[in-house]
């Protein structure tokens, strides 16, 4: 196993005085076993013999680096402590960036650094946090949260001196698998950049690793997650990028879980106060003019009177694309009432619409919202912080094992390839941009090319002209060529 050593070196209690010597063994056994020997040249150890009251180390760095005295770039480091586990994790050298600037400062490193802990914690940290990631790992001026320092009291002497340049770290515990885990993922992180993969022996390994941490850069969303949410907390939008299924899944949710009780409404710019709670709107009348104006009841407020008429069972109002509009215009006063906990508020309408409200509005409790929102619409509303405190949002972002089993060949490469440019370069806020599955599902190799130039296409070809995907334009570019040469 090419990580025994280094777990032994991890969990054990390595004497100082064997550190390097013990850390040079360790380092060469991954060469030939999980990575080819070719790797050599290009990451090489730091691991100087020092004694107490020095911070040791042992570092994974970049071959450029001098063999001795302060080094640049990124590096993997464990750091040993006494009567305790070695902290491990990706560091960037007292010497700055360095030749790695590049790599640092790459959306893609520090989104799969910041997933891989996300993992960490969720698979093994038992309700603790056993891993952390600084947001922007160029940021060497920015130490370690004091929260973080805390929560790890034990490697405090490291944090003094090295806070500021950790920008990953795993703290182990009683687990191994946990720190095999955890050390699969930053090794080979740190190898990829440097443009080396493991070897065929481990490449099932290390994509099932993957795999796992991967599942939280694009977290899968259930209908049953949706549903159950909807009975907890009554008002729910489900968020993402275009064509990842949020209006399916909506449209299905109130096919089958509520057996078609409800509606489906969607809002848009000239959507108002008066046609989703109620306003005065002209009728027909004998007089001598023709019209007059009476009260008539909003979508949301015969939405209210319908599910209060059968207490006993749940009513659905799915808001098709909610940000089109001014959410907290169009609800005004009634944002009152979108509160799960407490479904005997009630506000004062400004006219009598009869029964069963009359001027007294109150959202029954068997009256579920669910909004669906495309978070790649720059040009409309946002939904405010308010709004937001009262709806429980999920987001919906594309997703692979769809395409795996729908789609042809071509669509599949395609999709892992433009899910590679953003993920690799887009920045947080071109991230939810990223096109969803549904453009990826022709089954018919022969039809592949022309669904990808009148669906895909068109959408690419509009981030590019407004601005949306500006940090990472050439890569869009090279991909619309690629698609173009099919």
């Known amino acids: 196993m090419s990580f025994s050593r ?10 100082i005085a064997d550190w390097a ?22 990451i090489k150890l730091r691991a100087p013999e020092m004694a107490p ?62 997933t891989i802990c996300a993992w960490l914690n969720d698979a093994y940290g038992k309700g603790s946090m056993v891993a952390w990631a600084k947001h922007d790992p160029t940021r060497i001026d920015v130490d370690i949260p004091r929260e973080i320092t805390n929560h790890w009291g034990a490697y405090e002497s490291i944090f003094e001196r090295y806070g500021k340049v950790i920008y990953a770290a795993f703290c182990p515990t009683d687990d191994p698998r946990a720190t095999e885990a955890a050390l699969t993922a930053f090794l080979d992180l740190l190898f990829e950049e440097r443009g080396f993969q493991p070897v065929a ?31 907890r907390r009554r008002f729910v939008i489900i ?38 709670i109620g306003g005065l709107a002209p009728v027909d009348s004998h007089e001598a003019l023709g019209l007059r104006f009476k009260p008539v009841p909003g979508q949301l407020m015969e939405a209210a009177a319908q599910a209060q008429r059968d207490p006993s069972r749940n009513y659905l109002l799915h808001i098709d694309e909610v940000n089109r509009a001014d959410l907290s215009k169009i609800l005004g006063e009634a944002i009152y009432l979108l509160e799960p906990t407490d479904p005997d508020r009630r506000i004062s309408l400004p006219y009598d619409f009869g029964e069963p409200f009359h001027r007294d509005l109150q959202l029954p409790q068997n009256l579920h919202i669910l909004g669906t929102m495309n978070s790649s619409d720059r040009s409309i509303a946002i939904v405010d912080v308010a709004v937001r405190r009262r709806f429980a949002f999920l987001t919906l972002m594309p997703q692979f094992s769809v395409v795996e089993e729908l789609a042809c060949q071509t669509m599949k490469d395609q ?28 089954d018919n190799e022969a039809h592949a090319k022309e669904n990808l130039q009148v669906n895909l296409v068109p959408l690419l070809e509009e981030y590019l002209a407004q601005g949306y995907v500006g940090g990472f334009a050439e890569p869009i570019r090279a991909y619309l060529q690629r698609i173009a040469a099919l």
Not at 6 to 15: R, V
Not at 21 to 42: C, M, P, Q, S, V
Not at 86 to 93: P, S, Y
Not at 216 to 221: K, M, R
């Open 201 to 231: 022996g481990h490449k099932k390994s290390a994509e099932s690793v993957q795999a796992s941490w991967f599942k939280y850069l694009l977290p899968p969303i259930e209908q049953k997650q949706v549903e159950d949410l909807l009975q």
């Open 6 to 15: 280094l777990l032994e070196i991890i969990h054990g209690t390595t004497p």
């Open 415 to 442: 999709f892992r390839e433009l899910v590679s440019i953003f993920v690799e370069h887009a920045p947080d806020d071109a991230f939810a941009l990223m096109p969803g599955h549904s453009y990826f599902l022709e």
């Open 21 to 42: 010597k013990a850390n040079k063994t360790a380092f060469e056994d991954l060469f030939g076993e999980r990575y080819k020997k070719g790797a050599e040249k290009a």
């Open 53 to 114: 009251p020095g911070v040791p180390f042992a570092a994974y760095i970049s071959f450029n680096n001098p063999d001795s005295g302060a080094y640049g770039g990124l590096s993997f480091v464990i750091f040993p402590i006494q009567d305790g586990p070695c902290l491990i994790g990706l560091v960037v050298g007292t010497q700055g960036l360095a030749d790695d600037a590049a790599v640092l400062g790459r959306p893609g490193h520090a989104r799969k650094t910041r």
């Open 239 to 276: 968020q993402g990028p275009p064509g990842t299924g949020k209006t399916r899944i909506a449209r299905q949710i109130l096919s089958e879980a509520y057996k078609d009780r409800g509606r489906t409404i969607q809002f848009h710019p000239n959507t108002t106060y008066e046609t989703f």
